[in-house]
């Protein structure tokens, strides 16, 4: 039956008189058939599942991406598990293997079992420390945690793959991959399958801040206990956020000067927002001239030659009589051009 119409106005039988099936269709209800009972039964079985503590798996089905099961309380209450859904055990010896998107049931002779697996990671830990080629180690990840995926591989070993990738990722600046890996970090998390969870923690805290997903950050705050929001990476992570709430610039750059593990490198991904934030806001305070001294000092610069670049980017206007000194006024328009291009992000959170 069309969008929009009602029984009466399917004209295909006008004047004839409906049949029981379909004067029980325009009473919108359904047939108490036996299949249909069936299906009723899976559905209310499914329902059930959802009110019980899901674990995740993935499957080596012709799709070849990962699905939720849970426990059933009976081996009746659901048809067993075909072949395609179960996990997969390879046989594969090769350390190394290209990353390629499936697009049929893995091949068991092309995936590599948990003993390589070991192996593998140890290899390309080695070969980033020796040639940081990332092009190339970025693809052997993605390929290691698709075995680790096919094989319904959670466990202690999963985590290390991913954190590895994960800060792997973080050193170049690859936010896409680093949200993957962080998002799987934190479903085995909750598994129970122990980690760095609290460094990870303050990475995604630290994540949220650079999307601007405030309600992330309070459902992260939410569910922490007192003991863990006094760690030193957490506490860290939760001034940068108050910091950049209340565009308390001086107190940013004094954090990100300090930052914890590899929690500068997330701030890198936000760095340049808050300089023009807080450029924007000293443009409008201070008149009519600022020192670039004062500026590289201010925004954490490495010296006056990297702040004079930056703000030669923006192009904003330098007093002709001294180059050394800002025209604040004439340059605040710079900075409003500047801020906008912050206020779009795409859909896994990267600003473009």
């Given at each position: 039956?069309?969008?929009?119409?009602?029984?009466?106005?399917?004209?295909?039988?006008?004047?004839?008189?409906?049949?029981?099936?379909?004067?029980?269709k325009?009473?919108?209800?359904?047939?108490?058939?036996?299949?249909?009972?069936?299906?009723?039964?899976?559905?209310?079985?499914?329902?059930?599942?959802?009110e019980q503590p899901k674990q995740r798996m993935h499957s080596a089905s012709a799709r070849g991406i990962a699905i939720a099961s849970s426990q059933l309380s009976s081996s009746s209450a659901m048809p067993p598990l075909s072949d395609t859904d179960k996990?997969?055990?390879g046989t594969c010896t090769n350390l190394e293997k290209r990353y390629l998107r499936l697009t049929s049931a893995p091949d068991p002779s092309t995936v590599r079992p948990l003993p390589v697996l070991r192996k593998t990671l140890k290899m390309?830990?080695?070969?980033?420390?020796?040639?940081?080629?990332?092009?190339?180690?970025?693809?052997?990840?993605?390929?290691?945690?698709?075995?680790?995926?096919?094989?319904?591989?959670?466990?202690e070993f999963t985590v290390k793959a991913y954190e590895t990738h994960a800060r792997i990722a973080l050193e170049?600046?690859?936010?896409?991959?680093f949200n993957q890996c962080q998002t799987q970090l934190k479903s085995l998390y909750a598994q129970?399958?122990?980690?760095?969870?609290?460094?990870?923690?303050?990475?995604?805290?630290?994540?949220?801040?650079?999307?601007k997903s405030s309600s992330d950050v309070n459902e992260v705050l939410s569910s922490m206990s007192e003991n863990v929001k006094h760690d030193p990476a957490i506490?860290?992570?939760?001034?940068?956020?108050?910091?950049?709430?209340?565009?308390?610039?001086?107190?940013?750059?004094?954090?990100?000067?300090?930052?914890?593990?590899?929690?500068?490198?997330?701030?890198?991904?936000?760095?340049?927002?808050?300089?023009c934030s807080a450029l924007r806001t000293i443009f409008l305070v201070y008149r009519p001239k600022m020192p670039v001294e004062f500026l590289s000092r201010e925004l954490a610069f490495a010296d006056i030659a990297a702040c004079i670049e930056f703000l030669q980017k923006l192009e904003v206007k330098f007093d002709p009589a001294d180059e050394l000194q800002v025209m604040t006024q004439e340059s605040f328009p710079m900075l409003q051009r500047a801020m906008a291009k912050f206020d779009k992000l795409d859909i896994k959170g990267q600003i473009y």
């Open positions: 039956m069309g969008k929009g119409l009602t029984p009466s106005q399917d004209s295909s039988d006008a004047g004839q008189p409906p049949s029981p099936a379909k004067a029980k325009s009473n919108f209800t359904v047939e108490e058939t036996p299949d249909e009972i069936r299906r009723r039964e899976l559905r209310l079985e499914r329902f059930k599942m959802q996990p997969i055990v390309l830990m080695a070969k980033w420390s020796q040639e940081q080629n990332y092009s190339y180690i970025c693809d052997q990840f993605k390929s290691l945690r698709q075995d680790l995926v096919v094989q319904h591989i959670n466990n170049v600046g690859d936010m896409s991959e129970g399958i122990l980690g760095c969870t609290i460094e990870f923690l303050a990475y995604r805290i630290l994540y949220y801040v650079y999307t506490r860290h992570a939760l001034e940068v956020r108050t910091s950049v709430a209340t565009k308390n610039y001086h107190k940013f750059f004094k954090l990100y000067l300090v930052a914890p593990n590899m929690s500068g490198y997330l701030m890198d991904q936000f760095l340049e927002r808050e300089r």
